[in-house]
T-cell receptor
Framework: DAGITQSPRHKVTETGTPVTLRCHQTENHRYMYWYRQDPGHGLRLIHYSYGVKDTDKGEVSDGYSVSRSKTEDFLLTLESATSSQTSVYFC????????????FGPGTRLTVT | AQSVTQLGSHVSVSEGALVLLRCNYSSSVPPYLFWYVQYPNQGLQLLLKYTSAATLVKGINGFEAEFKKSETSFHLTKPSAHMSDAAEYFCAVTSSTGGGNKLTFGTGTQLKVEL
């Protein structure tokens, strides 16, 4: 258990509304990641962070922004949600060993109507 | 650039039979490779990892995988399937030399275990 929680776990929202998902970790890991999971696509990286206020884009970053104001929290924001952003969102942290494995949170299921 | 191909989006085996899930990777630098398992409505759990030590790596729940550089493969096996192995399995690759430690995932293989 890497001490990762995500909130909310489920959310239904309407097209055009802003949405923020939160990832919280308890073990001071430097690297944090946001992925989305869609059938037939596996997991795709949205954004990641390598420290407080240090973030970078992933493969599918359009329409998403992130913020990390403290080590333990990594926020994902959909500025204006669209139906194509209906997905399951996973947060992950990179372990402290040299093997670079990532550990995942339980996920947030987001539905945009 | 790196990529992962998982052959077979669905695999079905009988209980007690060999499980073989295929993964081929592409990477311009020496890779680190991982297999994850996902049970319904849960997050991903690390099964095993290859990080350039032994080419045959053992993981949890009796699974193992062999890194074959000449074939750019990292196939997952288990000698005898159990009903509890039914889940989705993901192969993933990252670079061993920096780049934000970003994982690239395959599209997953759904394993079904039948009586």
């Amino acid at each position: 258990d890497a001490g990762i929680t995500q909130s909310p776990r489920h959310k239904v929202t309407e097209t055009g509304t802003p949405v923020t998902l939160r990832c919280h970790q308890t073990e001071n890991h430097r690297y944090m990641y946001w992925y989305r999971q869609d059938p037939g696509h596996g997991l795709r990286l949205i954004h990641y962070s390598y420290g407080v206020k240090d973030t970078d884009k992933g493969e599918v970053s359009d329409g998403y922004s992130v913020s990390r104001s403290k080590t333990e929290d990594f926020l994902l924001t959909l500025e204006s949600a669209t139906s194509s952003q209906t997905s399951v969102y996973f947060c992950a942290i990179m372990g402290t060993g040299s093997s670079r494995e990532q550990y995942f949170g339980p996920g947030t299921r987001l539905t945009v109507t | 650039a790196q990529s992962v191909t998982q052959l077979g989006s669905h695999v079905s085996v009988s209980e007690g039979a060999l499980v073989l899930l295929r993964c081929n990777y592409s990477s311009s630098v020496p890779p680190y490779l991982f297999w994850y398992v996902q049970y319904p409505n849960q997050g991903l759990q690390l099964l095993l990892k290859y990080t350039s030590a032994a080419t045959l790596v053992k993981g949890i729940n009796g699974f193992e995988a062999e890194f074959k550089k000449s074939e750019t493969s990292f196939h997952l096996t288990k000698p005898s399937a159990h009903m509890s192995d039914a889940a989705e399995y993901f192969c993933a690759v990252t670079s061993s030399t920096g780049g934000g430690n970003k994982l690239t995932f395959g599209t997953g293989t759904q394993l079904k275990v039948e009586l």
